[in-house]
């Protein structure tokens, strides 16, 4: 456990410290008046109310559109349901930036709609919502499908045997047992659409602003390092709150219900009112997911002889002190590295929190979940003005990319090993202990066979995080070093058709990368680990 | 003596599971532990087998003491009660598993998981997936690894908890064959009396973390010490009462003692054997409430006026119908009184 504390403590802590000092100690004096100052602006006040609107629809809008796939997906057998399965996940490891790129290919200027129709959504606030569905779809089809396949239906039939309508028995029996899931996805749709980043950033323009867009534009475009640090404390408190809650309701779904084989629940659907049903999810499905992707390939492939995809080869555009092809080696080197970290931190939180038991543990469990929520901004400006001044100067050294990945990763791989690793009986290990095997061999003979496959799962899910990450490594990738994300929204901010076709190459590319992990993952998670 | 524990308890959250539990087991014995649950008899075997520590008192095998000798080093085995077979391995890798940790070379092993497996009754299932051997099976595949690595001391838990009642007969008789042939020293724990008599040279009978009762099978099942025992061997006829002389005055009136019983308040029990059926006018008068066919016997549930229900057993012929008046008298033989004071 001393690993994983040690790393947090120097790569989150030591920096969220930093950007506290940095946004309230003004000449060596404590400053919380600062703290009013910034929020009593009216740009931030407009800043701090659309960030908390746009979440709580996307959230809304995500729920109202997810649930009948959840059901779907939960009580439904049909012929490619695991397909269908893996194409609603491909979203969630997109790169955010591959997602605000695809539905400005679909909706923005120039667009398959404005081309069509004449439809230009990305002047309103319609193209970052329904980008926020588009994201996090499977999280709730995921989170609330995968506990309601999980619903005996025979509670459902007892409660009709006692004298219960259909509606009844689903309100009186279903409902209770599913809602703390449904509070649980939705808090974790909020906080990811809160926190939202790289969607924004893209589709925003000028007029839409979330708490990090403003954080980073601070930053980068203004330089008022101890304003971004205050919104930064302000988002930090916000985040813990909402993941306080999340952490509470899930405690709450964990009690007393009865769970069997989700492979006993599902059935063909019977009835005209059921196909129609089935047909819905699969025509959102096709126009919500499938029809931004497929626009996005169609955008690169828009010029003669992959003439978007040649130009990435080429380093004559300006941008880039490099040609923008070569962000691939560099997003494929820095994700390895943060993988290998991510595992060997999460890894060995995870067997310490299957080990120990207590109040102290559930804390560090805790803890290991803020960087995900938390945000990859505030990791990335923690990083930039911590680690680049002694004691800990990192700026130079390329270590610093994949710290930050790793960070964001870890969460992933201890969501992922947990449940697997608390799965193992312990009286099997007990077992092998009576027949004479050591506490080491103990672990290598029962918990390393049995954690094997959520290994690799828990590496695919850390690198296609990293490889997609954004958020944080924008702040701190090297010019000369862009990786495949940053490379894509530097593409995005300069004009003319060959830049914006070459972000699009680049943002498929990804893309392809990104599924390919994932199908790989699907194929070998047979069982539900972790709740991703 | 091989095995030794003396005044071992172990507490959790401060209440007593094991209450200065002292028990010996001889080589070559068979000791049954039988109680109900939470009785704290897994608790025992787990302190033996060194996965429980101990809050006070001391474990010893063969006159060596084992506190902080680690669960790996102390050469005992364990039958847990589900088995807990590796799912990940073949039976040959579930069975080799402990002459491994040992050190033993990989023909050796062989040899050894082929012997089991034909001692146990499964030759030519070595390659075959734990996951897909029946319930009998698994168990007989547990017993073969427990055994591999040729333990000192054998426990099991429960080791036919889960069978069906057939198979479970037919395993008992297996086993108390096969242990006789080894020579093993066995400590077993159960809940079920037909399991711990067929199987123990020697019972001891748990109650609340304490030994209530230690002997031979037909000891313990001919003089129970005292009501709890009673009722936990299935004799559901026990009753306050006053011994004086050879009567003792109970709800069901005067009753016959045996010669020589201890006097005064008592718990009395009367096993269904010694209730007779007589006419009515010649005994208590009795409802019939119920019959239980018990394969061998009828057990007759009968319902006194103002006084508890009483189990008879009769021959089926014999057997009055639910709803029949009959008269009962009681035979001195079948009667005893038990120790521990007056029936709670």
Redesign the interface.
């Known amino acids: 456990m001393a690993l994983p504390v040690a790393f947090f403590g120097v790569f989150f802590a030591y920096p969220v410290a930093a950007i506290v000092v940095r946004g309230l100690k003004l000449d060596g004096v404590w400053q919380f008046g600062r703290i009013g100052e910034v929020l009593g602006d009216s740009g931030i006040r407009h800043v701090l109310w659309f960030t908390t609107w746009q979440a709580l629809v996307s959230t809304a809008l995500t729920l109202l559109i997810a649930l009948p796939g959840a059901y779907v997906f939960a009580r439904f057998d049909f012929r490619g349901k695991e397909i269908l399965r893996a194409v609603v996940t491909v979203p969630f490891v997109l790169p955010t930036v591959v997602v605000g790129t695809a539905f400005l290919a679909l909706v923005g200027h120039g667009g398959l709609f404005d081309e069509l129709w004449g439809v230009r959504l990305d002047t309103t606030v319609w193209a970052i919502l329904l980008a926020h569905v588009f994201f996090n779809y499977a999280v709730v089809v995921r989170t609330v499908g995968g506990l309601w396949a999980q619903l005996d239906p025979r509670q459902e039939e007892a409660a009709r045997m006692l004298g219960a309508s259909p509606s009844a028995a689903w309100r009186r029996v279903t409902l209770p047992a599913l809602a703390p899931a449904v509070a649980a996805a939705a808090l974790m749709v909020f906080l990811f659409t809160f926190t939202s980043f790289g969607v924004v950033q893209i589709l925003g323009g000028p007029t839409f602003s979330t708490l990090e867009v403003e954080i980073y534009r601070q930053t980068s475009e203004i330089f008022d390092l101890a304003t971004a640090a205050v919104l930064t404390i302000v988002q930090f408190v916000a985040v813990g709150l909402i993941l306080a809650l999340h952490a509470w309701t899930v405690r709450r779904r964990e009690t007393a219900l009865r769970l069997v084989d989700p492979s006993l629940t599902a059935r063909r659907p019977r009835g005209a009112g059921q196909w129609a049903l089935l047909g819905a999810v699969l025509a959102t499905v096709v126009v919500l997911i499938l029809l931004p992707l497929g626009v996005l390939v169609e955008r690169s492939l828009d010029a003669p002889g992959f003439g978007y995809y040649k130009a990435l080869t080429s380093d004559d555009s300006g941008i880039f002190l490099v040609a923008p092809i070569e962000a691939v080696g560099n997003s494929l080197k820095y994700a390895g590295a943060a993988t290998v970290i991510a595992l060997l931190i999460g890894g060995l939180a995870a067997a310490a929190l299957t080990r120990r038991a207590g109040r102290l543990v559930r804390g560090f469990d805790a803890l290991l979940m803020l960087p995900l929520g938390v945000s990859a901004v505030t990791v990335g400006f923690g990083f930039l003005i911590a680690l680049d001044e002694p004691p800990l100067d990192l700026r130079s050294s390329w270590i610093l990319v994949p710290l930050a990945q790793a960070l964001v990763g870890v969460p992933f791989v201890v969501r992922t090993m947990l449940p697997v690793l608390r799965a193992v009986?312990e009286?099997?290990r007990?077992?092998?202990?009576?027949?004479?095997?050591?506490p080491w061999?103990v672990w290598r003979?029962?918990d390393l066979?049995?954690v094997r496959r959520a290994l690799l799962v828990a590496a695919g899910f850390a690198f296609a995080v990293s490889l997609g990450e954004f958020g944080a490594t924008v702040f701190i990738a090297r010019a000369d070093n862009p990786t495949l994300p940053v490379a894509v929204a530097r593409l995005l901010g300069r004009p003319g058709a060959l830049n914006y076709g070459q972000a699009m190459a680049l943002s498929t590319i990804l893309m392809v990368v990104c599924a390919v992990a994932l199908l790989v993952l699907e194929r070998l998670r047979t069982d539900r680990t972790g709740e991703f | 003596m091989l095995l030794r524990l003396e005044d071992a308890t172990v507490r959790f959250d401060g209440r007593p599971v094991l209450d200065a539990v002292g028990l010996e087991v001889a080589e070559h014995e068979i000791v049954c532990v039988l109680g109900p649950s939470g009785s704290g008899k897994s608790t025992l075997l787990r302190v033996v087998a060194g996965l429980q520590p101990l809050d006070g008192g001391r474990v010893s095998l063969d006159g060596h003491d084992q506190s902080g000798v680690p669960a790996h080093k102390r050469g005992v085995g364990l039958m847990f009660q589900d088995h807990q077979l590796f799912p990940q391995r073949d039976v040959a890798g579930n069975v080799a598993f402990g002459p491994r940790m040992r050190g033993a070379a990989k023909a050796e092993r062989a040899v050894r998981v082929k012997e089991l497996l034909e001692l146990v009754g499964l030759p030519g299932a070595a390659r075959r997936r734990v996951g897909e051997l029946s319930g009998g099976e698994q168990q007989r595949v547990a017993l073969a690894r427990a055994l591999a690595p040729r333990p000192r001391l054998l426990m099991l838990d429960e080791p036919l908890g889960q069978l069906d009642r057939s198979l479970r007969e037919r395993l008992v008789v297996e086993l108390q064959e096969l242990f006789g042939e080894l020579g093993t020293t066995v400590l077993a724990v159960t809940h079920d009396q037909g399991e711990a008599f067929a199987l123990a040279d020697r019972v001891v009978v748990m109650r609340d973390g304490r030994i209530a009762q230690s002997g031979t099978p037909l000891d313990v099942w001919q003089r129970p010490v005292d009501e709890f025992v009673a009722r936990f061997l299935g004799f559901d006829n026990v009753v306050d009462a006053t011994v004086t002389g050879q009567a003792a005055d109970t709800p069901w009136g005067k009753v016959p003692v045996p010669e020589g019983s201890a006097q005064g308040a008592c718990a009395l029990l009367v096993r269904p054997a010694g209730v007779r059926l007589v006419d009515v006018a010649d005994g208590l008068r009795c409802t019939v409430a119920a019959r239980t066919f018990r394969g061998t016997h009828v057990a007759v549930h009968l319902q006194p006026g103002g006084a508890p229900r009483l189990e008879a057993a009769c021959a089926l012929r014999d057997a009055p119908e639910p709803g029949d008046e009959v008269g009962v008298c009681f035979d001195a033989a079948e009667i005893m009184v038990l120790g521990g004071g007056p029936a709670a």
Not at chain 1, 430 to 438: C, D
């Open positions: 009986d009286r099997l007990e077992a092998a202990a009576v027949l004479g095997a050591s061999r003979e029962v066979p049995m």
